[in-house]
């Protein structure tokens, strides 16, 4: 459930002035991003909220404006989830439904508290079509987010635990947090989505991790001291 809907006249908090764009908005100008203000509605998430769920329509396209945001896949007949992607600040979600797809084909729920900002398909329909450089940055996004999820599916089919979550592990470093020490937003449940293991393995390997002193792992918060032997881990799969 949407909690909370700011008043976007409010010029410190516009398009223009936004010092968290998106690599695709920092192509347009002034008057482009007027134009995407104008039709941008600006939401807060709590940590568990779903932002956008899997077969509903999809008439927007959502920016991460703050905050990190799951993506997964729905199972039918199954009560696990598939995650396939995570997303910190600065993307975008949504984005096959510019062309081609009416509804969403996975669900976004926040993990931390997440502030996004949604704006119309057709108004980025329009961008593209007049901005060349802003199309092309939006193929690039779409492409290095393609590549991640092929990455992981690598990963999920040919790897066995110890790979899948030292992959993980150092995704969440590398990739999200940007730093061998962060507390871990993701619940051991969220970390069996991502890497295709039981919560029961994930708990399982995290201490085989910690016995052999790859990892610190205290009170949510996960130290990475020994990333050459993580990564060597991943390599053997």
């Not at 695709?24 to 600006?42: G, P, T």
């Not at 290095?144 to 992959?167: E, I, M, P, W, Y």
């Not at 993701?186 to 990892?215: H, P, W, Y």
């Amino acid at each position: 459930m949407i909690k909370d809907i700011i008043n976007t006249t409010d010029t410190s908090n516009s398009c223009l002035f936004c010092k968290n764009k998106s690599s695709c908005f920092k192509q347009l100008n002034e008057a482009e991003l007027n134009l995407s203000d104008k039709h941008r509605v600006q939401l807060n998430f709590k940590a568990g909220e779903t932002i956008f769920k899997q077969g509903s329509f999809a008439n927007h396209v959502h920016f991460v404006k703050h905050g990190l945001v799951k993506l997964y896949l729905e199972i039918p007949n199954s009560d696990k989830n598939l995650v396939i992607n995570l997303l910190p600040d600065g993307n975008l979600l949504g984005l096959p439904s510019i062309y081609g797809n009416k509804v969403y084909t996975y669900t976004a729920t926040a993990i931390e508290n997440t502030t996004v900002c949604i704006i119309e398909n057709e108004i980025i329909k329009e961008l593209i079509e007049t901005n060349g450089k802003f199309a092309a940055e939006l193929i690039t996004t779409m492409n290095n987010c393609s590549n991640s999820t092929f990455t992981r599916f690598v990963s999920l089919t040919h790897k066995q635990l110890n790979g899948r979550l030292a992959d993980a592990l150092i995704y969440l470093s590398e990739e999200i947090y940007k730093t061998p020490l962060f507390k871990l937003s993701l619940s051991r449940s969220d970390l069996a989505e991502l890497t295709g293991m039981s919560t029961m393995s994930v708990v399982k390997v995290i201490k085989d991790f910690k016995d052999n002193s790859i990892i610190k792992n205290e009170d949510g918060t996960i130290e990475i001291i020994n990333m050459p032997l993580l990564k060597r881990i991943s390599e053997i799969g």
